[in-house]
Antibody, heavy 120, light 108 residues
Framework: EVQLVESGGGLVQPGGSLRLSCAASGFTFSSYWMSWVRQAPGKGLEWVANIKQDGSEEYYVDSVKGRFTISRDNAKNSLYLQMNSLRVEDTAVYYC?????????????WGQGTLVTVSS | SYELTQPPSVSVSPGQTARITCSGDALPKQYAYWYQQKPGQAPVLVIYKDSERPSGIPERFSGSSSGTTVTLTISGVQAEDEADYYCQSADSSGTHRVFGGGTKLTVL
């Protein structure tokens, strides 16, 4: 059974940093692109970033470019999102998702999300 | 930046057909995907590759594509289908994923 479990969310002040983690199981993690998707309270879904199987390519939405860094550790079956210079507008539930667009299957598995609150 | 446009809301009575559209300039070149999200839950993939249905998704869910518009159709809508629905695709390069703004489906 595919499982994605996020952790690391919490309350942080504007300008602060936070590192999210996603533990993957039930599939060959190193064979898939992975993505982070977020959802601000009462708002829609927003794709944040993705990373290739071997970590050699990564892409970001413009609003987080230069502040967030996606990474992965295939030996630990884990995905990360380092978030720096956080802003109030980064407040959201952050989901980890298996990104299988290469096989045209989209975001076929999602975690339950972790809440990040940026507030003074 | 690239955008996908959906209607904010659609309302139907039980047993009727609901159609949710999504428009975007790159849709003729990039596949579309549809996700269902109920309150407090993670999204669930209901359509991939424009019109394919994952295992476990009821047959009443279908997808179609025509030019710059894709459509999610739910035939014989049931109360349990009330949810937010999001279309998703990629920009013309295929590297950046993008979501539509979401459509709230209300079952009257």
């Amino acid at each position: 059974e595919v499982q994605l479990v996020e952790s690391g969310g919490g309350l942080v002040q504007p300008g602060g940093s936070l590192r999210l983690s996603c533990a993957a199981s039930g599939f060959t993690f190193s064979s898939y692109w992975m993505s982070w998707v977020r959802q601000a309270p009462g708002k829609g879904l927003e794709w944040v970033a993705n990373i290739k199987q071997d970590g050699s390519e990564e892409y970001y939405v413009d609003s987080v470019k230069g502040r967030f860094t996606i990474s992965r550790d295939n030996a630990k079956n884990s995905l990360y999102l380092q978030m720096n210079s956080l802003r109030v507008e980064d407040t959201a539930v952050y989901y980890c998702a298996r990104d299988d667009h290469g096989s045209t299957r989209g975001f076929d598995y999602w975690g339950q999300g972790t809440l990040v609150t940026v507030s003074s | 930046s690239y955008e996908l446009t959906q209607p904010p809301s659609v309302s139907v009575s039980p047993g009727q057909t609901a159609r949710i559209t999504c428009s975007g300039d790159a849709l003729p070149k990039q596949y579309a995907y549809w996700y269902q999200q109920k309150p407090g839950q993670a999204p669930v993939l209901v359509i991939y590759k424009d019109s394919e249905r994952p295992s476990g998704i009821p047959e009443r869910f279908s997808g179609s594509s025509s030019g710059t518009t894709v459509t999610l159709t739910i035939s014989g809508v049931q109360a349990e289908d009330e949810a937010d629905y999001y279309c998703q695709s990629a920009d013309s390069s295929g590297t950046h994923r993008v979501f539509g703004g979401g459509t709230k489906l209300t079952v009257l």
